[in-house]
């Protein structure tokens, strides 16, 4: 263990200790990239995380303060309801994960209501504290401590001054009363360190994690020796996960702010909470935990599915896999939810296909869908490929529709609700394109959009079918016709011969605008150069297929002169 320098003693002046209870795709720094509609998508590791933030504060006997989601409280109560139970403090941090800034005065107050509401259910105590959920709240923005006041909370802890923000009001750095009306809040500001007049945060998690433990050290004992207001410190729950899932799609900057130093993260707090001593901002107060006065929660409307016909289409998806063990869960809560929306209209089966995976995909396929009546396993010993795992998955189907779909859900498949429908009796293939006019792309690199884009007007120039996007995906094929396909190219060029082939077959091929997003975990398999040189050589064997035609309806080798093979 190490060194931790002196117990707090018995006695000693109590600072407060707050935690949030969050999940690690919650977080600001992901706020441009995962919307909250997405949320549904990830694993969840809230549950065992604060179950760790408990432990850890058994440890030591202390009690905290833990600023939860609302959204939390309602999806997993039980998470909130063990956190009073152990003897701790519950606060609101808001239903969703949103800053201030971001709320008008009248959806603040419905956001306080919600989550306090949710809050109170789980635990059946009085909630009287709040934490703004993303971000801080500065001088401008003291009209939320007005609504709190309305709203009859206790206490807020947002305010966070940073360097001369409150060089005017420097009384605002320790916990002080504001008033409005009949009522009253106080406000518990965040830890912050003094400078010649400027304010630097040091209240707790990237701080703790990113700076040097002797200069923070330093900072927070200089606190506790020369003030008598307590001093307010933070750290989340998902900052405890040795296991923390990496979002791989965030800027470098983000991912440095998010995981650096992280599996130092709970011997730093061992170090604080063996040194000081700590306490619920409840207790600070002197406020006794009241039983919470519950509304009954609104029932849901339930829709009536009448009119809704019992012959549902039945449909396939096949799901290529290669090296994606930590996208799996992603994926399952992706369908599940892509199940549930098209339970009325389509009866879906599942053909996933394991491309010769060297990580442990095909353990973790068999476990989360295995025993699932609707999903077939399928192994390839060796890597053949994606196009090469979408034919076997259309040939190992039993549907004539058979949809194609990224295993990282770079495409929502709740997309196919709409192309689905354009595979009409004539049509071999439908293609989703995100390059259409009334499609769309989200985060993806500029440099990768000119480079699909160039590639895309380039296969327009030597195809028959002019179609915005040919590398797609997300398709959807009618089985008949793509079963018999017989193509060079397996890996990703192959996605776009298939179609290619299609197109020299005289097939009909629909392209459908559609949304694509930038992969949230894991890595693209994808080798830049390489697929850029093979898109540049598949187009001179379409080129010379079409125009010289010895067997146009495939691109076989022998279809070229020797240069070319």
Not at 103 to 114: I, K, S, V, Y
Not at 116 to 138: K, N
Not at 518 to 529: D, N, P, Q, W
Request: hydrophobic share 40%; proline share 6%; with cysteine.
């Amino acid at each position: 263990m190490p060194n931790l320098g002196m117990p707090a003693a018995a006695g000693a002046k109590r600072h407060l200790l707050t935690i949030a209870v969050e999940d690690y795709f919650h977080v600001i720094a992901f706020r441009k990239l995962i919307h909250a509609s997405h949320w549904y998508r990830f694993e969840r590791h809230v549950e065992h995380n604060t179950r760790k933030a408990l432990d850890l504060l058994d440890e030591f006997g202390v009690k905290a303060t833990f600023f939860a989601l609302g959204c939390v409280a309602d999806e997993m109560p039980e998470v909130v309801r063990e956190i009073a139970a152990r003897g701790h403090e519950v606060a609101s941090k808001g239903y969703y994960h949103r800053t201030i800034q971001e709320m008008t005065p009248g959806e603040f107050r419905e956001d306080l209501q919600r989550s306090r509401e949710a809050i109170e259910r789980a635990t059946g105590i009085r909630v009287i504290g709040y934490r703004v959920a993303r971000g801080r709240l500065g001088p401008k923005d003291l009209w939320a401590l007005d609504v709190l006041a309305e709203e009859g909370f206790a206490y807020d802890s947002s305010f966070y001054p940073r360097l001369r923000s409150i060089a005017d009001e420097p009384w605002r750095r320790f916990p002080f009363t504001h008033r409005h009306a009949d009522a009253e809040i106080v406000e518990f500001p965040l830890a912050t360190w003094g400078w010649h007049g400027w304010l630097f945060p040091i209240a707790g998690g990237a701080y703790l994690r990113q700076f040097p433990r002797r200069l923070m050290g330093r900072a927070i004992e200089h606190w506790h020796r020369n003030f008598t207001a307590p001093m307010v410190l933070y750290f989340h729950v998902w900052e405890l996960d040795n296991a923390l899932p990496k979002i791989t799609s965030a800027p470098g900057y983000v991912r440095l702010r998010q995981y650096r130093n992280i599996e130092r993260m709970p011997a730093i707090l061992r170090y604080y909470l063996f040194r000081y001593a700590f306490e619920p901002i409840r207790d600070r107060l002197g406020i006794e935990p009241l039983p919470a006065v519950l509304r009954e929660k609104p029932a849901h409307s339930v829709e009536l599915t009448a009119g809704v016909t019992s012959a549902r289409i039945p449909v396939t998806l096949v799901v290529p896999c290669f090296n994606e063990e930590s996208v799996l869960p992603y994926l399952s809560n992706t369908l599940k939810r892509v199940e549930s929306d098209f339970k009325h209209v389509y009866a879906l089966n599942y053909v996933f296909v394991d491309d010769g995976s060297s990580d442990r995909t095909w353990p973790t396929l068999e476990r989360i869908f295995g025993s699932a009546p609707n999903c077939q396993l399928v192994h390839l010993r060796q890597n053949c490929g994606v196009a090469a795992a979408i034919l076997t998955g259309i040939r190992s189907a039993s549907t004539e529709v058979v949809c194609s779909i990224d295993c990282d859900c770079t495409y929502d498949p709740h997309q196919l609700l709409d192309l689905i429908p354009r595979l009409e009796d004539d049509v071999a293939l439908v293609t989703a394109s995100p390059y259409h006019p009334s499609g769309r792309v989200l985060n993806v690199p500029a440099w990768r959009l000119f480079l699909s884009k160039s590639l895309s007007a380039l296969y327009r120039r030597v195809l028959r079918q002019k179609l915005h996007t040919y590398t797609s995906c997300l398709r959807v094929y009618r089985r008949s016709m793509t079963q018999d396909l017989l193509i060079r190219e397996r890996g990703f060029l192959g996605v776009a011969e298939m179609l290619a082939v299609l197109d020299l077959q005289g097939r009909r091929i629909v392209e459908h605008p559609a949304v694509l997003e930038v992969r949230m975990l894991g890595h693209s398999k994808m080798k830049l150069f390489r697929t850029i040189a093979g898109h540049v050589r598949l187009l001179f064997r379409v080129a010379w297929a079409r125009w010289n035609p010895v067997r146009p309806a495939q691109l076989e080798t022998a279809d070229l002169p020797s240069k070319l093979r």
